[in-house]
């Protein structure tokens, strides 16, 4: 189990290699006594594994390293073949016994969330936030396998794709370590930046809060309410018309509704869970030393972190201790990667 298997609660910042950017986030914060549901990581070893046995991805790899950025009918071609091919190949069956096993010591009558977690994702210098699969709700062995199959396979979608051939990662060393959380069902969901990622100030904490999954929102699906605190203190609310929310299904799965009227426009958060989640959003960013891009979720009274990565956007903070009438420039660009 421990080759292909790995509990939050023994995860930190040497395991990147084993668990991914998204993994090793959730283990350290984790360990940091952070709410954070519980749960493990199918390491990287356990897809160099699954793609051993296959006879045909020495040659996709050949393919794909003659791919440029731009090229994108032969991208989706050649990146379709590869994920139906990866669909095809079995899991073997140690793979099989661990991921089963670490599945009965979380609590085999729970559900999950099941979230990719590539070796080059959630970094400082770069954001492959969103490029693979996610699965909530998954529930039982079965379900879960192919859950982990699927996440394997979208390390080769068309953005995946592109996007290291635009940035030079060498696709045979990025590789995919696949979360396994129990799932939370929240009343509401959201974002969090602790540095506003819109004017760049670094002591405004920044909430988007809908109703429901936090899915909708990152997908786009929805508007979400926007909260700003600032100092402690309640800066702005503009409060979204909410049409839509992703909520979970009993048998698995998830389903999309239409919110009822007298809904829609209700505050998603109350005042006091605003201060007390950009409270918890700024005790994050001190343990990590750098501002973060939280995804969180309330339920039952209670704040979850289901992620947090680096903000990558923002101009880098100007160094101490410069030669006096020596000028500096410092530019911002606005765009976050997720």
């Known amino acids: 189990m421990d080759v292909y298997v790995l509990d939050f609660g023994r995860i930190d910042k040497g395991d990147l290699p084993l668990v991914g950017g998204k993994g090793t986030n959730l283990g350290e914060l984790s360990r940091a006594g952070f709410p954070v549901p519980s749960g ?9 594994a699954f793609l051993e046995q296959s006879g045909e991805m020495a040659g996709f790899f050949k393919q794909l390293d003659g791919i440029k950025a731009d090229d994108l009918q032969e991208i989706a071609v050649l990146g379709k073949s590869i994920r139906d091919h990866l669909l095809s190949v079995p899991i073997p069956e140690a793979v099989r016994s661990a991921v089963a096993s670490g599945l009965r010591h979380s609590g085999s009558e729970y559900a999950y969330a099941v979230r990719s977690s590539a070796t080059a994702e959630d970094l400082p210098s770069a954001s492959f936030a969103g ?16 859950a982990v199959r699927h996440c394997w396979a979208s390390l080769f979608t068309d953005r995946a794709i592109s996007y290291r051939a635009k940035n030079g990662f060498d696709h045979r060393a990025v590789r ?6 129990r799932m939370v069902f929240p009343e509401v969901s959201g974002i969090m930046f602790t540095a506003d990622p819109v004017s760049g100030h670094r002591h405004t904490v920044s909430i988007d809060a809908s109703f429901g999954l936090g899915e909708a929102l990152v997908s786009g699906l929805v508007s979400a309410d926007l ?15 909410k049409k839509l929310a992703i909520y979970s299904l009993p048998e698995g799965g998830t389903t999309t509704k239409e919110l009822p ?5 209700r505050q998603a958060l109350g005042d006091p869970q605003i201060l007390e989640l950009a409270a918890l959003g700024e005790r994050i960013e001190r343990h990590y030393g750098s501002d973060q891009d939280i995804e969180w979720c309330y339920e039952q009274g209670r704040f979850y972190i289901v992620q947090s990565r680096p903000i990558t956007s923002l101009y880098p903070v100007p160094q101490t201790g410069m030669k006096p009438g020596k000028a500096r420039t410092c530019s911002s660009r606005s765009a976050i990667s997720r």
Do not use: H, P
């Open 40 to 48: 493990f990581c199918v390491t990287t070893e356990a897809y160099r």
């Open 131 to 146: 490029q693979q699969d996610t699965y909530l709700n998954v529930r039982g062995e079965e379900q879960l396998l192919q």
């Open 176 to 181: 995919l370590s696949v979360v396994v959380q």
């Open 227 to 241: 909260y700003q605190v600032r100092s402690g203190q309640l800066l702005s609310k503009k409060i979204a018309r």
């Open 261 to 265: 009227g007298e809904m829609q426009e």
